[in-house]
């Protein structure tokens, strides 16, 4: 389960750079999000796959009974889940605007635009 988790890390990680070195300015915001998926799946792997039990501790215990699935792996993938998402809606708002502002969102034609009149 390991090497084929391995595998799919690595064409996603294929895929999200391929798509980084356009380029379409969208293309490299679509394989920015494919990295950090990327990295967040490695993430959970770093926290093993285990057929554990929830990480709970019962009345009056002071560790949990059994092997248990690692917590920490999980919550650092939900934040991350969590400020990627917020990553891309600020850059979405960022190429709309320029896209709006210089009539391209190819990286070349960016640098030669003009600024367009806009009315706010």
Same mark, same amino acid.
């Given at each position: 389960?390991?090497?084929?988790?391995? $595998?799919?890390?690595?064409?996603?990680?294929?895929?999200?750079?391929?798509?980084?070195?356009?380029?379409?300015?969208?293309?490299?915001?679509?394989?920015?999000?494919?990295?950090?998926?990327?990295?967040?799946?490695?993430?959970?792997?770093?926290?093993?796959?285990?057929?554990?039990?929830?990480?709970?501790?019962?009345?009056?215990?002071?560790?949990?009974?059994?092997?248990?699935?690692?917590?920490?792996?999980?919550?650092?993938?939900?934040?991350?889940?969590? $400020?990627?998402?917020?990553?891309?809606?600020?850059?979405?708002?960022?190429?709309?605007?320029?896209?709006?502002?210089?009539?391209?969102?190819?990286?070349?034609?960016?640098?030669?635009?003009?600024?367009?009149?806009?009315?706010?």
């Amino acid at each position: 389960m390991e090497l084929l988790l391995a $595998i799919t890390i690595g064409i996603v990680v294929a895929t999200s750079i391929y798509l980084m070195l356009d380029r379409n300015v969208l293309r490299f915001l679509f394989g920015l999000v494919l990295l950090s998926n990327a990295v967040n799946l490695v993430i959970f792997a770093a926290g093993r796959l285990t057929a554990g039990a929830p990480p709970l501790i019962a009345d009056g215990a002071y560790a949990p009974d059994g092997p248990v699935a690692n917590a920490l792996p999980q919550a650092l993938v939900l934040t991350a889940i969590v $400020i990627g998402f917020g990553l891309l809606a600020f850059t979405l708002a960022l190429v709309y605007r320029t896209y709006k502002t210089l009539g391209t969102v190819n990286s070349d034609e960016m640098r030669l635009a003009e600024p367009e009149e806009t009315h706010q």
